[in-house]
């Protein structure tokens, strides 16, 4: 059974139309006018326990809205949505024991309050074991640095700090469901690779079910294989990141350090898009000619020093995706 499911999911906001003028102000104390914004409009999807999902798309596309039903802080227009056998908005305290929220751009512990007050608050509300906290605090003290900063108020931490505690803290009760939003936003390029790392641990260790939005396409590629695509409160795509790159992502870089710069080596297949001094950038589908054939081609008038072969990052075929409005999308990517 999935751990996560939501069905024809929709969210609606109704905002009020303002009217300008003091007629205007006055007509709406009497009626308001609304207008409905569509934010989720028919979603469905299900998770399985352990997997890690990128949930993603453009600003507004929805992704937020649809993670505050899965918490339990909006209630569903319509549909319906399943957390670890619960509805959420019904028994947002019971759904609260399940999940783990962290937020990359505020943090959820007790600014004034030393970063291990923060710990042993969320430890009473949870009603974590004393057992248990230990063990945890034990782990996450050792795997996190926690130690460097326990007794540092939290508005004195570094990002990096922040982050790491805030995630331990989303920990401490043993949730089987972790949302992720924006988790290395900011960080630098260790500390966000120690954060992923982590998170991939925990997700492996602990069979930690994780659905991670973020606008970082490399904590996608490098966390998930998985991906549920959504763009104006609709799902576009659901499935696995290496299909979608293997669809949209077949054009490579041929790198070439060349001997001597004669001439631009002549080509068929490939273009040359970049050049500087002997080193020369060419731009090739892979269906149609295939790097060898290339470096074939170009031994022939030129000696190759050095050279490399660049796969597309999924952040430029998701940006083509979303520039070409998923028209091209073959059908059985399309959801
Ligand atoms: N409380 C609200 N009242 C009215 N409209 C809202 C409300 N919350 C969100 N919206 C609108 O619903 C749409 C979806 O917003 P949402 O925050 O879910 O997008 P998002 O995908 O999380 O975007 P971002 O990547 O920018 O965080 C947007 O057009 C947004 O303006």
């Known amino acids: 059974m999935p751990i996560i499911e939501v069905e024809n999911l929709r969210k609606d906001f109704m905002i009020a139309k303002r009217e300008t003028g003091m007629m205007g102000a006055l007509r709406s104390l009497v009626k308001r006018e609304y207008t409905k914004k569509e934010a989720v409009k028919d979603i469905s ?7 890690i ?12 809205t649809t993670i505050k039903m899965l918490t339990g802080i909006l209630v569903p227009s319509d549909g319906k949505v399943l957390v670890n056998g619960i509805v959420p908005y019904e028994n947002r305290q019971k759904n609260a024991k399940n999940i783990g929220v ?8 007790w600014w004034d309050l ?18 248990r906290y230990k063990k945890n605090m034990d782990t996450f003290t050792e795997v996190l640095g926690l130690n460097e900063f326990l007794n540092t108020p939290v508005r004195q931490l570094s990002l990096g700090q922040r982050m790491r505690a805030d995630i331990a803290a989303s920990l401490l009760h043993d949730p089987p469901i972790l949302f992720l939003d924006e988790p290395t936003i900011g960080l630098d390029v260790v500390a966000k690779e120690k954060m992923r790392t982590f998170i991939k641990e925990i997700n492996q260790d602990r069979q930690i079910t994780v659905i991670l939005t973020t606008h970082d396409m490399e ?3 490098k966390l998930c294989e998985r991906m549920v695509l959504i ?6 795509y659901d499935g696995e990141i290496a299909l979608v790159k293997e669809r949209f992502g077949k054009t490579r870089t041929l790198i070439v350090d060349l001997e001597e710069s004669k ?6 297949g490939g273009e040359i898009f970049k050049e500087e001094g002997s080193r020369f950038w060419i731009k090739f589908n892979r269906d149609e000619v295939s790097a060898s054939d290339l470096i074939a081609q170009i031994t022939k008038t030129h000696n190759i020093k050095d050279l490399t072969v660049e796969e597309p990052e999924i952040e430029s075929i998701i940006s083509k995706i979303y520039q070409e409005g998923f028209q091209d999308l073959p059908d059985t990517v399309k959801v």
């Open 45 to 51: 999807f299900s998770i399985e326990k352990g997997e």
């Open 53 to 64: 999902i990128g949930y993603i798309g453009p600003n507004g596309a929805g992704k937020s």
């Open 102 to 109: 962290v937020f990359g751009q505020r943090t959820q512990l």
């Open 114 to 131: 030393p970063t291990i007050e923060s710990f042993e608050l969320l430890k009473e509300i949870y009603q974590v074991s004393n057992e």
């Open 219 to 221: 904590d996608i590629e």
């Open 231 to 236: 763009d104006h409160g609709t799902k576009m």
């Open 263 to 268: 001439q631009r080596p002549p080509l068929t």
